[in-house]
T-cell receptor, first 114, second 112 residues
Framework: DTEVTQTPKHLVMGMTNKKSLKCEQHMGHRAMYWYKQKAKKPPELMFVYSYEKLSINESVPSRFSPECPNSSLLNLHLHALQPEDSALYLC?????????????FGSGTRLTVV | EDQVTQSPEALRLQEGESSSLNCSYT??????LFWYRQDPGKGPEFLFTLYSAGEEKEKERLKATLTKKESFLHITAPKPEDSATYLC?????????????WGLGTSLAVNP
């Protein structure tokens, strides 16, 4: 299994809603990442988990809350988002957080905040 | 300041018309250069990792090369299905961590 699976593929939420994005991989990768990508821009790093511990938080607003329940799963909890948070949210994994190997990306969740 | 610049921003080719995409970089402590392909609304798909100057890698119609200042992605006899955005990213040291620095991408369109 060489995939990173993200659910849901699309999500529309109001500014007062609470929702969660999910990411799963079964490649034995020990580093997992959340990225945010706006149209015609490269991915922007949000969080890095290394061996299930948060190792990097790129000054992301607290309305985004990551969680890593185990080595295969990564969640992103969303609360009180703003319309400007609408974007493609990408999960990725790699063999380690200092990897020289490629990062495997999921297909993303297209989030629209109304 | 660490920086990755890709050119051209957009490229339109006829099917079979070979060309090259450029990724120039200035980083301290290079720990690998990555090429990705991204289709609209999808996540980036890993293509190649290059570690040292002089290294080359090939996959089907694609060939990536690396010098101390830049990388090229050569596309030989492209087909319409090669149409996508090609992203270059450099992994550099950032304190005790490693950080991916991305270029803005080259949008490639191959006409039949």
């Amino acid at each position: 299994d060489t995939e990173v699976t993200q659910t849901p593929k699309h999500l529309v939420m109001g500014m007062t809603n609470k929702k969660s994005l999910k990411c799963e991989q079964h490649m034995g990768h020990r580093a997992m990442y959340w990225y945010k990508q706006k149209a015609k821009k490269p991915p922007e790093l949000m969080f890095v988990y290394s061996y299930e511990k948060l190792s990097i938080n790129e000054s992301v607003p607290s309305r985004f809350s990551p969680e890593c329940p185990n080595s295969s799963l990564l969640n992103l909890h969303l609360h009180a988002l703003q319309p400007e948070d609408s974007a493609l949210y990408l999960c990725a994994s790699s063999q380690g957080d200092r990897t020289n190997y490629g990062y495997t990306f999921g297909s993303g969740t297209r989030l629209t905040v109304v | 300041e660490d920086q990755v610049t890709q050119s051209p921003e957009a490229l339109r080719l006829q099917e079979g018309e070979s060309s090259s995409l450029n990724c120039s970089y200035t980083v301290s402590g290079l720990r690998g250069l990555f090429w990705y392909r991204q289709d609209p609304g999808k996540g980036p798909e890993f293509l190649f990792t290059l570690y040292s100057a002089g290294e080359e890698k090939e996959k089907e119609r694609l060939k990536a090369t690396l010098t101390k200042k830049e990388s090229f992605l050569h596309i030989t006899a492209p087909k319409p299905e090669d149409s996508a955005t090609y992203l270059c990213a450099v992994q550099a040291l950032a304190g005790n961590n490693r950080k991916l620095i991305w270029g803005l991408g080259t949008s490639l369109a191959v006409n039949p």
